[in-house]
Protein backbone atom coordinates (compact mmCIF):
# COMPACT_ATOMS: atom_id res chain seq x y z
CA UNK A 1 0.00 0.00 0.00
CA UNK A 2 2.91 1.96 0.37
CA UNK A 3 4.44 1.85 -2.32
CA UNK A 4 1.52 2.68 -4.43
CA UNK A 5 1.54 6.78 -2.16
CA UNK A 6 5.08 6.77 -2.28
CA UNK A 7 6.51 5.17 -5.46
CA UNK A 8 9.65 6.99 -5.32
CA UNK A 9 10.11 8.81 -1.50
CA UNK A 10 13.11 10.17 -2.08
CA UNK A 11 11.53 12.15 -5.51
CA UNK A 12 9.01 13.42 -3.07
CA UNK A 13 11.54 14.48 -0.52
CA UNK A 14 13.10 16.64 -3.30
CA UNK A 15 10.03 17.85 -4.87
CA UNK A 16 8.93 19.10 -1.43
CA UNK A 17 12.17 20.48 -0.33
CA UNK A 18 12.45 22.35 -3.97
CA UNK A 19 8.69 23.87 -3.39
CA UNK A 20 9.72 25.08 -0.05
CA UNK A 21 12.81 26.50 -1.28
CA UNK A 22 11.82 28.19 -4.18
CA UNK A 23 8.96 30.00 -2.41
CA UNK A 24 11.49 30.63 0.34
CA UNK A 25 8.82 30.47 2.87
CA UNK A 26 8.67 27.61 5.84
CA UNK A 27 5.15 28.14 6.61
CA UNK A 28 3.03 25.86 6.86
CA UNK A 29 0.50 26.28 3.90
CA UNK A 30 3.93 26.27 2.23
CA UNK A 31 5.31 23.08 3.85
CA UNK A 32 1.71 21.10 3.27
CA UNK A 33 1.30 22.53 -0.79
CA UNK A 34 5.01 21.33 -1.96
CA UNK A 35 4.37 17.74 0.18
CA UNK A 36 1.03 17.10 -2.08
CA UNK A 37 3.08 18.04 -5.51
CA UNK A 38 5.92 15.59 -3.61
CA UNK A 39 3.01 12.94 -3.65
CA UNK A 40 0.94 13.74 -6.85
CA UNK A 41 4.17 14.05 -9.29
CA UNK A 42 5.89 10.80 -8.38
CA UNK A 43 2.47 8.88 -9.08
CA UNK A 44 1.49 10.10 -11.66
CA UNK A 45 4.95 9.96 -13.28
CA UNK A 46 4.76 6.57 -12.44
CA UNK A 47 4.42 5.38 -15.66
CA UNK A 48 7.15 6.91 -16.89
CA UNK A 49 9.78 5.06 -14.29
CA UNK A 50 10.94 2.08 -15.78
CA UNK A 51 9.41 -1.25 -14.22
CA UNK A 52 12.27 -2.90 -12.78
CA UNK A 53 15.13 -1.77 -10.73
CA UNK A 54 18.40 -1.35 -13.35
CA UNK A 55 22.06 -0.76 -11.61
CA UNK A 56 23.44 2.66 -12.44
CA UNK A 57 26.22 2.52 -15.12
CA UNK A 58 28.60 5.29 -14.37
CA UNK A 59 31.00 5.42 -16.79
CA UNK A 60 27.94 6.36 -19.61
CA UNK A 61 26.38 8.59 -16.92
CA UNK A 62 29.72 10.61 -16.73
CA UNK A 63 29.90 10.70 -20.50
CA UNK A 64 26.34 11.82 -21.16
CA UNK A 65 26.53 14.52 -18.69
CA UNK A 66 29.60 15.80 -19.92
CA UNK A 67 28.65 15.52 -23.42
CA UNK A 68 25.78 17.55 -22.56
CA UNK A 69 27.68 20.71 -20.45
CA UNK A 70 29.79 20.87 -23.96
CA UNK A 71 27.17 21.36 -25.91
CA UNK A 72 24.78 23.36 -23.73
CA UNK A 73 27.90 25.84 -23.52
CA UNK A 74 27.97 25.62 -27.16
CA UNK A 75 23.98 25.95 -28.10
CA UNK A 76 24.22 28.76 -25.74
CA UNK A 77 27.00 30.96 -27.60
CA UNK A 78 25.07 29.81 -31.16
CA UNK A 79 21.46 30.71 -30.03
CA UNK A 80 23.11 34.19 -28.53
CA UNK A 81 24.99 35.12 -31.81
CA UNK A 82 21.46 34.16 -33.49
CA UNK A 83 19.87 36.82 -30.91
CA UNK A 84 22.46 39.31 -30.98
CA UNK A 85 23.36 39.34 -35.17
CA UNK A 86 19.55 39.39 -36.40
CA UNK A 87 21.61 39.52 -39.99
CA UNK A 88 22.69 35.88 -39.58
CA UNK A 89 19.30 34.51 -40.65
CA UNK A 90 18.29 31.04 -38.75
CA UNK A 91 16.53 28.08 -40.78
CA UNK A 92 14.32 26.87 -38.05
CA UNK A 93 13.11 23.49 -38.74
CA UNK A 94 11.09 20.32 -37.63
CA UNK A 95 12.92 17.26 -37.36
CA UNK A 96 11.91 13.63 -37.44
CA UNK A 97 14.89 11.93 -35.38
CA UNK A 98 14.53 8.21 -35.58
CA UNK A 99 14.41 5.95 -32.18
CA UNK A 100 16.20 2.71 -31.12
CA UNK A 101 15.49 3.26 -27.38
CA UNK A 102 13.94 0.26 -26.05
CA UNK A 103 11.28 2.44 -23.62
CA UNK A 104 9.24 5.37 -23.25
CA UNK A 105 11.79 6.21 -20.19
CA UNK A 106 14.86 6.54 -22.27
CA UNK A 107 12.77 8.58 -24.72
CA UNK A 108 11.46 10.97 -22.57
CA UNK A 109 15.17 11.51 -21.06
CA UNK A 110 16.17 11.97 -24.61
CA UNK A 111 13.61 14.42 -24.99
CA UNK A 112 14.35 16.29 -22.22
CA UNK A 113 18.20 16.38 -22.93
CA UNK A 114 17.14 17.87 -26.17
CA UNK A 115 14.77 20.49 -24.82
CA UNK A 116 16.90 21.75 -21.94
CA UNK A 117 19.65 22.17 -25.23
CA UNK A 118 18.94 25.91 -26.09
CA UNK A 119 18.28 26.19 -29.68
CA UNK A 120 16.29 22.57 -29.89
CA UNK A 121 12.49 22.18 -28.41
CA UNK A 122 11.40 18.16 -27.84
CA UNK A 123 7.70 18.82 -30.21
CA UNK A 124 6.65 14.85 -29.56
CA UNK A 125 7.56 11.69 -28.71
CA UNK A 126 5.92 9.19 -31.15
CA UNK A 127 6.74 5.89 -29.31
CA UNK A 128 4.75 4.07 -32.03
CA UNK A 129 6.65 5.19 -34.59
CA UNK A 130 9.88 5.18 -32.59
CA UNK A 131 10.60 8.96 -33.64
CA UNK A 132 11.17 11.79 -31.50
CA UNK A 133 9.96 15.25 -33.34
CA UNK A 134 11.72 18.18 -32.24
CA UNK A 135 12.01 21.91 -33.38
CA UNK A 136 15.50 23.17 -34.37
CA UNK A 137 16.21 27.31 -34.27
CA UNK A 138 19.27 27.18 -36.77
CA UNK A 139 19.54 23.86 -38.95
CA UNK A 140 22.56 23.72 -42.07
CA UNK A 141 21.98 20.45 -42.42
CA UNK A 142 19.23 18.06 -41.02
CA UNK A 143 21.03 14.72 -40.96
CA UNK A 144 24.19 16.19 -39.36
CA UNK A 145 21.51 17.47 -36.57
CA UNK A 146 19.63 13.41 -36.35
CA UNK A 147 23.60 12.30 -36.45
CA UNK A 148 24.56 14.53 -33.04
CA UNK A 149 21.67 13.52 -31.44
CA UNK A 150 21.68 9.92 -31.97
CA UNK A 151 25.69 9.59 -31.49
CA UNK A 152 25.98 12.26 -28.66
CA UNK A 153 22.95 11.69 -26.74
CA UNK A 154 20.84 8.43 -27.82
CA UNK A 155 23.90 6.09 -27.86
CA UNK A 156 24.77 7.04 -24.46
CA UNK A 157 21.40 6.57 -23.48
CA UNK A 158 20.91 3.46 -25.32
CA UNK A 159 24.37 1.86 -23.16
CA UNK A 160 22.87 3.25 -19.74
CA UNK A 161 19.46 2.10 -20.21
CA UNK A 162 20.43 -1.85 -21.29
Known amino acids: ?57 WRPLLGLLAVFIVDLIVANIRVVRIVLAPRLRAEPQFIAVPLDLPDRFGAAVLASIVTMTPGTVSVKVAMDERRLWIHALDVDDRDAVITHIKERYERPLRELFE
Open 1 to 57: MIVRWLPHPALTVVLTVVWVVINDSAAPGVILLGLLFGLLIPALAAPLFASKRRRIR
